[in-house]
């Protein structure tokens, strides 16, 4: 049974930092990319940043280049996002995910098969 299970999530003032991290297990992690998502009330699933199978090439959206870093541990089936100067508008549940195969948008939700629960981040100003 695949899982993805998030943790780290918190209330952070702004400009703070947190670290958010994913464990995997029930299939073959190398195989998959990992994503991270967000979704505020309202709004879409959003991608945030996405990390690749092998050789670990990473993509992010525009709004956290620069604050925002993933990284995978393919010997420990675990991927985190590590997020800086954050801001309100980073307030938001965030999903890991994962997806096999090659990937043409990495940070499009439909490229994604398997989601965690999500973990709660609030930024306040």
């Known amino acids: 049974q695949v899982q993805l299970m998030e943790s780290g999530g918190a209330s952070v003032q702004s400009g703070g930092s947190l670290r958010l991290s994913c464990a995997a297990s029930?299939?073959?992690?190398?195989?998959?990319?990992m994503g991270w998502f967000r979704q505020a009330p309202g709004n879409e699933r959003e991608g945030v940043a996405a990390i690749s199978t092998y050789l670990g090439g990473t993509q992010y959206a525009d709004s956290v280049k620069g604050r925002f870093t993933i990284t995978r541990d393919n010997a420990k089936n675990w991927t985190s996002l590590q997020m800086h100067r954050l801001v309100p508008e980073d307030s938001a549940i965030y999903y890991c995910a994962a997806g096999a195969g090659s990937m043409v948008r990495p940070l499009e939700r439909d490229e994604y098969t398997y989601w965690g629960q999500g973990t709660q981040v609030t930024v306040s100003s």
């Open positions: 029930g299939y073959n992690f190398r195989s998959t990319w």
